[in-house]
């Protein structure tokens, strides 16, 4: 896995092409996102979230029906809610869509701005940064039960000793289950290893 910094760096190339925002859901599985990132206005945030848009978003619902990228203009899909007329009011009267990746992980995203239509050169820029946001993000499908086994005795607050004595183990062979889960996520500490686990649904 990349480091946060990859991903900081990744999204700092697309910020100046979403100047109303952005938001990206990553590997969507059981209809949530691994890694989320979005730039939003508050404004708009909270009143999609009381209107509930996130069922009826036409932006979504294409990116699970499609790979690729459109318009907002020209997304092939009924907007019977008007979601995109209300996004005009809140200043994103122009984006696009983004879909890559298998139906079982799936990444979405979507780009704004207030003052034109994005040119197929954007378009274009766009959806080579969020497929390598996809690429560097793709997690590992399982840990080991003994790789599981320790990321949950350091969660449970565990030290090194108190973890092994519960697991039947030596130190050193906790600690060599430890070094194999943060090579596993390409993490460079357990805490980091942890959290990726967390994140990717793997504990």
Known sequence: MPTRAEISATLRKLKPLAPRGY???????????????????????????????????????WGFSANG????????????????????????????????????????GGMTRSDREYTDSEIEDISKLIRRLHDITEPPESLTKAQIEALRCIAEGDRHAAA????????????????????????????????RAKEYRLL
């Open 164 to 195: 092994a004595a519960k697991l039947g183990i030596t130190e050193s062979a906790f600690k060599a289950r430890l070094i194999s889960a943060r090579e596993r996520l390409m993490a460079r500490t357990t805490a980091e290893a942890l959290q």
């Open 23 to 61: 938001f990206i859901g990553l590997h969507i599985r059981f209809a949530a996102p691994i890694l989320q990132f979005q730039t939003y206005s508050q404004e708009w945030q909270d009143h999609y979230s009381a209107k509930a848009y996130a069922l009826r978003d036409p932006m979504i619902a």
């Open 69 to 108: 990228s459109s318009r907002w203009s020209a997304l092939p899909v009924p907007d019977p809610f008007g979601i995109m007329a209300e996004a005009a009011r809140f200043g994103m009267k122009f984006g696009i869509a983004v879909s890559c990746g298998p139906i079982s992980s799936r990444t979405i």
